[in-house]
């Protein structure tokens, strides 16, 4: 017999999981993308050890065996020329058979009694949550990016997803910038964790989600944090590492704040950047009466331009990473942005105007380097 699948939607399925195929292991099998096939269903996996990602899609068929799939049967599939991919497995060799119009294909699988599957074990234990899978989107890549890549500083390559009193906060910091994003619901009333979650793992598991509002299941069952939704089942080892109290760094009142329109700030600084010199890319942030003046240098050249504020508060000056504000500018939905300017040496923060779930941090530059 033979499986008779759609090519796009099993090519959507390879691809999910593929992104998470290590790019060289000691440890072969993992090198290779799990097949589990049922009477009628399909379910895709995949792991680095670190997380695991498995999709599920029905099949016209009635086969039901397992198999481990070279990572080429994703570019075969990618380019396959039919809307339909037949499929004939040897359960016993381990053959494939692939083939649609004129095409056909033979490759080798292999044994899956080694796969290592703990990670993608749907636990009904443990703490859960579920939440609007936009919302949830939107709170990830507001924050996730300002995570360390550093590896000699653990507890910095986290996200720290925290619940208390109903109130879920996402943090990650590199020790240079900090981002906070809050949502609250009554449904999380009652429950609380404090889990810290490798910062690369919801990158990725970012590039899965989309912006509707079908829930996502979070999950906590001993060390593994896991995310149900739609077809999807991803899971991610949590860090073991105790995340600092970061919020001893955020100061109370501001010493000025000015509001300005997102879209102009971003073009300002990206032309900055231009001529932004040194490692840290510094560009100069002054206000003045009723406007921001930036100016940026380097052995290439100057920039200066200026846009005009609502100002409250002092006059204020500062160099601060380029790099930093468009990170954040990036990610903001909302037309306008506030800045806090907390005199000098002091931090300057980004936030939404009016609201009050959402903070970026960034300490300033003493000196162009």
């Not at 339909?84 to 381990?94: G, P, R």
């Not at 990670?119 to 859960?128: A, D, H, M, V």
């Not at 609380?192 to 899965?208: G, I, Y």
């Given at each position: 017999?033979?499986?008779?699948?759609?090519?796009?939607?099993?090519?959507?399925?390879?691809?999910?999981?593929?992104?998470?195929?290590?790019?060289?292991?000691?440890?072969?099998?993992?090198?290779?993308?799990?097949?589990?096939?049922?009477?009628?269903?399909?379910?895709?996996?995949?792991?680095?050890?670190?997380?695991?990602?498995?999709?599920?899609?029905?099949?016209?068929?009635?086969?039901?065996?397992?198999?481990?799939?070279?990572?080429?049967?994703?570019?075969?599939?990618?380019?396959?020329?039919?809307?339909?991919?037949?499929?004939?497995?040897?359960?016993?060799?381990?053959?494939?058979?692939?083939?649609?119009?004129?095409?056909?294909?033979?490759?080798?699988?292999?044994?899956?009694?080694?796969?290592?599957?703990?990670?993608?074990?749907?636990?009904?234990?443990?703490?859960?949550?579920?939440?609007?899978?936009?919302?949830?989107?939107?709170?990830?890549?507001?924050?996730?990016?300002?995570?360390?890549?550093?590896?000699?500083?653990?507890?910095?390559?986290?996200?720290?997803?925290?619940?208390?009193?109903?109130?879920?906060?996402?943090?990650?910091?590199?020790?240079?910038?900090?981002?906070?994003?809050?949502?609250?619901?009554?449904?999380?009333?009652?429950?609380?964790?404090?889990?810290?979650?490798?910062?690369?793992?919801?990158?990725?598991?970012?590039?899965?989600?989309?912006?509707?509002?079908?829930?996502?299941?979070?999950?906590?069952?001993?060390?593994?944090?896991?995310?149900?939704?739609?077809?999807?089942?991803?899971?991610?080892?949590?860090?073991?590492?105790?995340?600092?109290?970061?919020?001893?760094?955020?100061?109370?009142?501001?010493?000025?704040?000015?509001?300005?329109?997102?879209?102009?700030?971003?073009?300002?600084?990206?032309?900055?950047?231009?001529?932004?010199?040194?490692?840290?890319?510094?560009?100069?942030?002054?206000?003045?009466?009723?406007?921001?003046?930036?100016?940026?240098?380097?052995?290439?050249?100057?920039?200066?331009?200026?846009?005009?504020?609502?100002?409250?508060?002092?006059?204020?000056?500062?160099?601060?990473?380029?790099?930093?504000?468009?990170?954040?500018?990036?990610?903001?939905?909302?037309?306008?942005?506030?800045?806090?300017?907390?005199?000098?040496?002091?931090?300057?923060?980004?936030?939404?105007?009016?609201?009050?779930?959402?903070?970026?941090?960034i300490l300033p530059i003493k000196k162009v380097i």
């Amino acid at each position: 017999m033979q499986l008779v699948i759609n090519s796009m939607e099993f090519k959507n399925c390879l691809e999910s999981v593929e992104k998470i195929l290590p790019t060289r292991s000691a440890m072969q099998v993992i090198n290779n993308i799990y097949l589990d096939v049922k009477p009628g269903l399909l379910v895709v996996a995949a792991t680095n050890l670190e997380m695991y990602i498995k999709r599920k899609m029905n099949y016209c068929g009635e086969e039901d065996g397992k198999v481990l799939l070279p990572p080429k049967i994703v570019d075969i599939i990618r380019h396959f020329p039919t809307d339909e991919v037949k499929i004939k497995i040897n359960w016993d060799n381990k053959r494939i058979e692939i083939s649609g119009g004129q095409a056909q294909f033979h490759i080798f699988g292999s044994d899956t009694e080694d796969f290592p599957i703990f990670l993608g074990q749907e636990n009904t234990s443990g703490e859960e949550i579920v939440i609007e899978q936009g919302l949830f989107k939107k709170m990830l890549r507001m924050v996730v990016f300002a995570a360390s890549t550093e590896e000699t500083r653990p507890a910095f390559n986290g996200m720290l997803i925290s619940l208390d009193g109903g109130t879920l906060t996402f943090t990650a910091s590199d020790t240079y910038r900090l981002a906070v994003k809050k949502a609250f619901s009554d449904h999380w009333q009652g429950k609380s964790f404090r889990l810290l979650v490798p910062a690369r793992t919801m990158k990725e598991f970012l590039r899965l989600t989309n912006e509707s509002n079908l829930p996502v299941k979070l999950k906590i069952n001993n060390n593994v944090l896991s995310f149900q939704f739609g077809d999807v089942f991803f899971a991610t080892r949590l860090i073991e590492e105790k995340y600092p109290d970061v919020s001893s760094v955020i100061p109370k009142e501001y010493k000025t704040r000015i509001t300005v329109e997102k879209k102009m700030l971003e073009e300002m600084v990206a032309r900055a950047n231009l001529l932004a010199d040194g490692k840290n890319q510094a560009v100069h942030f002054a206000v003045r009466e009723n406007d921001l003046q930036i100016k940026a240098g380097g052995q290439e050249g100057r920039m200066e331009e200026v846009l005009t504020v609502e100002r409250e508060g002092k006059i204020q000056e500062l160099y601060v990473n380029s790099r930093y504000v468009l990170d954040l500018i990036k990610q903001v939905d909302e037309e306008e942005v506030s800045i806090d300017f907390h005199g000098d040496g002091g931090p300057l923060i980004f936030r939404i105007p009016g609201r009050q779930d959402y903070l970026y941090l960034i300490l300033p530059i003493k000196k162009v380097i």
